[in-house]
């Protein structure tokens, strides 16, 4: 599980273009949006983009999507357990 965090972390810094943010940067339990990593909406398609992209996952609503990114440990455990690829 650590080592799919530690993609996810990679992914998001490169989908988002957080320059000045390292892997290490970012607290696996901190939320992603609002208070937290400081992301919005628009952030949020390109995590689902990338999502689908890398892992065969469709979001089925947008409160499924929501509980998904709220942090990262949420991400990594939405992930394990829905991936295609």
Do not use: C, H, W
Request: zero cysteines; a negative charge.
């Amino acid at each position: 599980m650590e080592k799919l965090k530690l993609k996810l972390k990679e992914q998001l810094i490169e989908a988002l273009n957080l320059e000045d943010i390292l892997p290490e940067d970012i607290d696996s339990t901190q939320p992603l949006f609002g208070e937290g990593l400081g992301l919005d909406s628009i952030d949020a398609l390109e995590l689902i983009v990338v999502l689908e992209k890398k892992y065969g996952i469709k979001f089925a609503d947008r409160s499924e999507s929501r509980a998904a990114f709220a942090s990262i440990d949420k991400m990594a455990e939405y992930v394990a357990a829905n991936r295609k690829k």
